[in-house]
Structure formats: structure tokens, C-alpha cells
């Protein structure tokens, strides 16, 4: 809503910019006439053509985006030009002048005319006049439909744009000369405003075109990454326990239908599913449509070592207790920018098997609907629509499928025999951790969250720096090469770089990506400076070679009999590489 609000008063803004003024002399040629039968038309006429034709627009940008990922710098274009726009009306009315010819056309054939279809018709002519208005707002939404795809919410936004500017124009024809007066002592004003926001979105397109989206940009839009964006979580998980709270009891079912009752507790009632930017393997799911359905909703992401493996129990949950009435339900909250990428989790969601329903929660809407803050985090939900049960994190798979066996139970209205409980044929890094063996905890490597970095030359953020390391104590690590460190990542520059690691865990696993070339990175695994043999992970072999190929976690240690403490060392053969984090296991 607020967004809708913002975009309704830009457009009452538009107002006091010099490029409404060809619209102006159309506008006020109709004071004095029947507001219903003259103005009303043509502002109506005005906000239906803008919106329309930019919605098609949209859609043809989001159409070539699904078809190519060149379409993500296309819209990097499409933004810079526009930026250009606000900055120099001149330049936005050279760009708009084909739309703006069609526009006076349009004008001077309903000009003469004092009809209702005259007066649409000369809406539709001030809409097209108004292109050197509309082309920023335009240029920004479709930007966000091509990088995140176009939808009714995309016609909305136009609409509210385009309705605000409506709304000031109709008062300014109703009040007179004065207003118009005073609206043009603020064209300096509005001229000013206009080259800010300019500078801002050239400023915004340079930081995409970097990549520096991929790192402080899109953390703003990521739960628990900073102590700031923590905070606001919290206050936002607050607001949506208490619209949960306040969410209608559903009724009980009919009391001879429900002969058993479990004596789990009443959590709270099932939230909305909505705000997923797409879905996988289901159209889009309501909780009006689950009614009668037992349902286990999943918050994992694709890279997190917790959530992988977790993903064979609710994989097998999903399968044997499907005809029972239970639905499964994966929302993937991304926590890193490539995690966000549509195709990376379609491929993640083909490589686990995944075949249960998944709602692509990029922009966190229902992660705060729940009040989320957990990868994984599993909610369990009864037929009647309410959480009865909730689990944080690995493990405790017994007690969780005892839940869902109490839950089939209920909704059945009878206890059946115990069913047993599942025992997934899990592989690689998909393995229970050894905790009794685990002494190193999660390491991220982007300066944002990085600790215990031990190379002496320091992190240079976002620069390129040479870096060498010595030997680092129990869970320290450094780099050696030519590194750029990012918030997120860091970035091989040149060939034979190296990460090293002292650690004391079975398993040893590193998210890592092939970087913005996409091309495979050779990379070799040594421990306690030899090639692994035994103690290789499930992503290399016996002699330590491997490839990067996609970005997502790769097991590369996995020891082999008594635990101890290891050096581990990575050497990248090629350029380009991204690291983001170290996870044991």
C-alpha cells in the first residue's frame, strides 16, 4: 500500500515540473465545461492510456528477460536513459517526440469537439503529450518489471502514477488562474527535484552495472545480515505476530466428523502465502485453498548447509504422507543476491529432487508475514487453518514427523497405527553433521560479516589488493593472490590465488560461484598441504581437483576415520571466482 500511496503523490507532484506544460493548454481548454461530461472524460482517458500502454511495455520487457539474461543489462539501458531524461528536459523531449506528435494530432482532431467521446479522445492525446512527464516513472517501472518480472501490481503503480497527476490537474482546472500561477513560481523548484532524482538513478545504474547490487543493495532487502536490517526485522516480525494474533480463530470442524483431538497447542492462525514473486512446481497456493489440508510450510534457502540437509526429511515427508491430506510448502528466502536468481533455484529445486510446491520469497513478504527469522524453520498447520507446532533450525526430524502424523490424525477424525517414521537415503553434504567432533562454526568471507581474517595485509573493501598468508591458528583463514573482497564475496582477479582455512570439523564446505563470466574455474583442494585421498568431500576427488561450475555449496572435505585438526587449502587455476562462506559439518 505505501508503495501505491508514493506513487500517487509523484504523480500530483508532476505538477510543478516544466514538462506537463504542452499538457496545460488542453487541459485548461476545457474550464468552464461540465466537469462530468468534459473533464472527467478526458483525465479518465489520460490515466487509461498511460497506464495501458506502459503495461504492455512491461510486459514485453519482462517477456525478454525470461527469454535472455541479456535482458538484465537492457534494463540497465532503459534506466540510464531515463536518468538521462530527468536530468535534461531537452533530451526527454527529443526521446518522447514521436509520442508527442501522435499526441497533438490526437488534440487537435478533439479540440473542436465538446462530447464525451471527444473529451476521452483528447485524454488520450494528453496522455501521449505527457511522455516527457511519465518517461522517469515509466523508465523506473520498467526497469523492476524486467528484473523482476511485470504483474498486475506493475498496472497498479502506473495507475496510481498516473491517476496523482490527474488528480492535481483536475484541481487546477476547478480553482483557476490562481493555481496555474502559482504552480509555475514552483517549476524552478520541481526542476531541481527532477535533477536529483536523476543524478540518483545514474547513480543507482552505476552500482548494477558494478555489481555492487549483488552485495550492499540487495542486503537491504535481506533479514539478518546486518544489526540495522536485524532490528527492523524485529520490529517487522513483531507487527506480523500481532496481525497474526488478530487473525479470526477458523470454526472447528463439525464435532461428529472430529472424533480425535490432538493436544497440541493453538500457535496462531495460518498467514497469507502472498507476495511470492513466482512459484515452482504449483500455481500459486492460498490458505483459503489449503482448507481441510495439513500442511508443513519449509523456510529454507538453497545454499544454507542446515537447510540442505533437511531437505531429504521433507522431501520424504512430502512423499509418504501426500495421500494423507498433507501439503508441503518450500519458501525460499534468499540470503545471498545469487540466491535470488530464479534459474539458480530452479536448478537447486532440480538437483534435490524437490517436487513439493515452492514460493519464491525474494522480497521477504511472507517470511514477515510469519515473523520469520530462521533458516530452516518449519510451521506446522492443522486442516482448520492454525500453527500448532513451529521447529527452528536442523534436527529434532522425530518429534517433527510425530507432528504430522498427530495432525493427519485429527483432520482424519481417528488415530491409525503407527506408521513408522522415515529414514531418507541421504548423500554428501545432505549427511547429519558429527557435532561431537565439531569445533569450527560458520565463516563468511564478504568484509560485512568476515571475522578472524588473519592475512597481514588487511581487507581492502571492493579494492584489489595482493594478499599473502602465513599460518593461521584454529579457525582462522586468509587469502593469498589478487583478491577484490566484496560485502558478500571475494573475487579471484588473477589466476593461482588461494583461501586457507585451520579447522577442526569432519566435513569442510564453501559456497562458491564461477562469477559474472560464468565461465568454470579449475580449482585444488590440499589438507595439511597434500592432495585429500580419503578425506575427500563429494565434490572432488581422491587427488583434490575440481571445478567450479554454479554458484552454490560444495562439499570438499569429508574426513575419513579419527577428526583432528587440518589446514585446508584452496588453489584457484583460473580467474574469476567468488567465495562467499565456510560451513561445517
Same mark, same amino acid.
Given at each position: 500500500?505505501?508503495?501505491?500511496?508514493?506513487?500517487?503523490?509523484?504523480?500530483?507532484?508532476?505538477?510543478?515540473?516544466?514538462?506537463?506544460?504542452? /499538457?496545460?493548454?488542453?487541459?485548461?481548454?476545457?474550464? +468552464?465545461?461540465?466537469?462530468?461530461?468534459?473533464?472527467?472524460?478526458?483525465?479518465?482517458?489520460?490515466?487509461?492510456?498511460?497506464?495501458?500502454?506502459?503495461?504492455?511495455?512491461?510486459?514485453?520487457?519482462?517477456?525478454?528477460?525470461?527469454?535472455?539474461?541479456?535482458?538484465?543489462?537492457?534494463?540497465?539501458?532503459?534506466?540510464?536513459?531515463?536518468?538521462?531524461?530527468?536530468?535534461?528536459?531537452?533530451?526527454?523531449?527529443?526521446?518522447?517526440?514521436?509520442?508527442?506528435?501522435?499526441?497533438?494530432?490526437?488534440?487537435?482532431?478533439?479540440?473542436?469537439?465538446?462530447?464525451?467521446?471527444?473529451?476521452?479522445?483528447?485524454?488520450?492525446?494528453?496522455?501521449?503529450?505527457?511522455?516527457?512527464?511519465?518517461?522517469?516513472?515509466? +523508465?523506473? /517501472?520498467?526497469?523492476?518489471?524486467?528484473?523482476?518480472?511485470?504483474?498486475?501490481?506493475?498496472?497498479?503503480?502506473?495507475?496510481? =502514477?498516473?491517476?496523482?497527476?490527474?488528480?492535481?490537474?483536475?484541481?487546477?482546472?476547478?480553482?483557476?488562474?490562481?493555481?496555474?500561477?502559482?504552480?509555475?513560481?514552483?517549476?524552478?523548484?520541481?526542476?531541481?527535484?527532477? @535533477?536529483?532524482?536523476? *543524478?540518483?538513478?545514474?547513480?543507482? /545504474?552505476?552500482?548494477?552495472?558494478?555489481?555492487?547490487?549483488?552485495?550492499?543493495?540487495?542486503?537491504?532487502?535481506?533479514?539478518?545480515?546486518?544489526?540495522?536490517?536485524?532490528?527492523?526485522?524485529?520490529?517487522?516480525?513483531?507487527?506480523?505476530?500481532?496481525?497474526?494474533?488478530?487473525?479470526?480463530?477458523?470454526?472447528?470442524?463439525?464435532?461428529?466428523? @472430529?472424533?480425535?483431538?490432538?493436544?497440541?497447542?493453538?500457535?496462531?492462525?495460518?498467514?497469507?502465502?502472498?507476495?511470492?514473486?513466482?512459484?515452482?512446481?504449483?500455481?500459486?497456493?492460498?490458505?483459503?485453498?489449503?482448507?481441510?489440508? /495439513?500442511?508443513?510450510?519449509?523456510?529454507?534457502?538453497?545454499?544454507?548447509?542446515?537447510? *540442505?540437509?533437511?531437505?531429504?526429511?521433507?522431501?520424504?515427508?512430502?512423499?509418504?504422507?501426500?495421500? @494423507?491430506?498433507?501439503?508441503?510448502?518450500?519458501?525460499?528466502?534468499? #540470503?545471498?543476491?545469487?540466491?535470488?536468481?530464479?534459474?539458480?533455484?530452479? &536448478?537447486?529445486?532440480?538437483?534435490?529432487?524437490?517436487?513439493?510446491?515452492?514460493?519464491? %520469497?525474494?522480497?521477504?513478504?511472507?517470511?514477515?508475514?510469519?515473523?520469520?527469522?530462521?533458516?530452516?524453520?518449519?510451521?506446522?498447520?492443522?486442516?482448520?487453518? &492454525?500453527?500448532?507446532?513451529?521447529?527452528?533450525?536442523?534436527? %529434532?526430524?522425530?518429534?517433527? !514427523?510425530?507432528?504430522?502424523?498427530?495432525?493427519?490424525?485429527?483432520?482424519?477424525?481417528? &488415530?491409525?497405527?503407527?506408521?513408522?517414521?522415515?529414514?531418507?537415503?541421504?548423500?554428501?553434504?545432505?549427511?547429519?553433521?558429527?557435532?561431537?567432533?565439531? @569445533?569450527?562454526? !560458520?565463516?563468511?568471507?564478504?568484509?560485512?560479516?568476515? +571475522?578472524?581474517?588473519?592475512?597481514? #595485509?588487511?581487507?581492502?573493501?571492493?579494492?584489489?589488493? %595482493?594478499?599473502?598468508?602465513?599460518?593461521?591458528?584454529?579457525?582462522?583463514?586468509?587469502?593469498?593472490?589478487?583478491?577484490?573482497?566484496?560485502?558478500?564475496?571475494? $573475487?579471484?582477479?588473477?589466476?593461482?590465488?588461494?583461501?586457507? =582455512?585451520?579447522?577442526?570439523?569432519?566435513?569442510?564446505?564453501?559456497?562458491?560461484?564461477?562469477?559474472?563470466?560464468?565461465?568454470?574455474?579449475?580449482?585444488?583442494?590440499?589438507?595439511?598441504?597434500?592432495?585429500?585421498?580419503?578425506?575427500?568431500?563429494?565434490?572432488?576427488?581422491?587427488?583434490?581437483?575440481?571445478?567450479?561450475? !554454479?554458484?552454490?555449496?560444495?562439499?570438499?572435505?569429508?574426513?575419513?576415520?579419527?577428526?583432528?585438526?587440518? $589446514?585446508? !587449502?584452496? &588453489?584457484?587455476?583460473?580467474?574469476?571466482?567468488?567465495?562467499?562462506?565456510?560451513?561445517?559439518?
Amino acid at each position: 500500500m505505501i508503495l501505491f500511496i508514493i506513487a500517487y503523490l509523484a504523480g500530483v507532484l508532476t505538477i510543478v515540473s516544466p514538462c506537463i506544460l504542452p /499538457v496545460l493548454p488542453f487541459v485548461f481548454s476545457r474550464a +468552464g465545461q461540465p466537469f462530468a461530461r468534459s473533464i472527467l472524460p478526458m483525465l479518465l482517458g489520460k490515466v487509461v492510456t498511460f497506464a495501458g500502454v506502459a503495461t504492455l511495455a512491461a510486459i514485453g520487457g519482462d517477456w525478454a528477460v525470461q527469454a535472455n539474461e541479456a535482458g538484465r543489462y537492457a534494463a540497465i539501458v532503459v534506466l540510464a536513459v531515463f536518468g538521462v531524461m530527468l536530468l535534461s528536459p531537452r533530451i526527454a523531449a527529443v526521446v518522447t517526440r514521436p509520442a508527442v506528435a501522435l499526441g497533438n494530432r490526437l488534440s487537435q482532431r478533439a479540440a473542436a469537439k465538446a462530447s464525451v467521446g471527444a473529451s476521452l479522445l483528447l485524454g488520450v492525446a494528453t496522455g501521449l503529450l505527457w511522455a516527457p512527464c511519465a518517461g522517469p516513472i515509466l +523508465g523506473l /517501472v520498467l526497469t523492476g518489471a524486467a528484473l523482476h518480472g511485470a504483474n498486475v501490481g506493475t498496472t497498479l503503480l502506473l495507475a496510481a =502514477y498516473a491517476a496523482g497527476a490527474a488528480t492535481s490537474l483536475a484541481l487546477a482546472v476547478l480553482v483557476g488562474g490562481k493555481v496555474f500561477a502559482s504552480m509555475k513560481r514552483s517549476l524552478g523548484l520541481g526542476e531541481r527535484l527532477r @535533477q536529483g532524482l536523476g *543524478i540518483a538513478v545514474l547513480a543507482g /545504474v552505476m552500482a548494477i552495472a558494478l555489481g555492487l547490487d549483488t552485495g550492499l543493495l540487495a542486503r537491504l532487502s535481506y533479514a539478518g545480515t546486518t544489526s540495522l536490517e536485524q532490528s527492523l526485522l524485529n520490529r517487522l516480525r513483531g507487527r506480523s505476530s500481532q496481525a497474526t494474533a488478530s487473525h479470526r480463530a477458523a470454526p472447528a470442524m463439525d464435532v461428529q466428523q @472430529q472424533t480425535y483431538r490432538s493436544n497440541l497447542p493453538v500457535e496462531g492462525a495460518f498467514p497469507p502465502l502472498e507476495g511470492a514473486v513466482t512459484w515452482l512446481n504449483s500455481e500459486p497456493l492460498t490458505v483459503k485453498q489449503l482448507r481441510g489440508k /495439513v500442511v508443513l510450510v519449509d523456510f529454507w534457502t538453497y545454499s544454507c548447509i542446515n537447510c *540442505i540437509r533437511t531437505v531429504p526429511y521433507v522431501r520424504a515427508w512430502a512423499e509418504k504422507y501426500r495421500n @494423507q491430506g498433507l501439503v508441503v510448502i518450500g519458501v525460499h528466502a534468499p #540470503e545471498f543476491a545469487f540466491e535470488k536468481r530464479i534459474d539458480n533455484v530452479k &536448478r537447486a529445486v532440480r538437483d534435490f529432487g524437490i517436487s513439493y510446491p515452492v514460493a519464491i %520469497d525474494n522480497d521477504y513478504a511472507i517470511w514477515r508475514a510469519f515473523g520469520n527469522s530462521y533458516w530452516p524453520a518449519h510451521y506446522f498447520i492443522d486442516a482448520e487453518g &492454525r500453527i500448532r507446532h513451529h521447529h527452528f533450525g536442523e534436527g %529434532d526430524y522425530a518429534q517433527s !514427523e510425530r507432528v504430522l502424523q498427530e495432525l493427519l490424525a485429527e483432520a482424519a477424525g481417528s &488415530r491409525r497405527g503407527d506408521g513408522g517414521l522415515v529414514t531418507p537415503d541421504v548423500k554428501g553434504a545432505e549427511a547429519a553433521p558429527d557435532f561431537a567432533n565439531l @569445533q569450527s562454526g !560458520e565463516a563468511y568471507v564478504g568484509y560485512m560479516r568476515a +571475522g578472524n581474517f588473519v592475512s597481514r #595485509e588487511g581487507v581492502a573493501a571492493d579494492e584489489a589488493r %595482493d594478499y599473502t598468508v602465513g599460518k593461521p591458528r584454529l579457525n582462522q583463514w586468509g587469502l593469498a593472490g589478487n583478491w577484490t573482497v566484496g560485502a558478500e564475496q571475494a $573475487t579471484l582477479n588473477r589466476p593461482r590465488g588461494a583461501v586457507t =582455512y585451520r579447522f577442526s570439523a569432519r566435513d569442510l564446505h564453501l559456497v562458491l560461484g564461477p562469477g559474472v563470466r560464468g565461465r568454470k574455474v579449475r580449482f585444488q583442494v590440499m589438507v595439511d598441504g597434500v592432495a585429500p585421498g580419503l578425506h575427500h568431500g563429494s565434490d572432488i576427488g581422491p587427488d583434490g581437483n575440481g571445478a567450479v561450475s !554454479e554458484t552454490r555449496l560444495y562439499q570438499l572435505v569429508r574426513q575419513s576415520g579419527e577428526v583432528r585438526e587440518r $589446514t585446508f !587449502e584452496i &588453489r584457484f587455476l583460473d580467474p574469476g571466482v567468488e567465495v562467499f562462506v565456510f560451513t561445517f559439518g
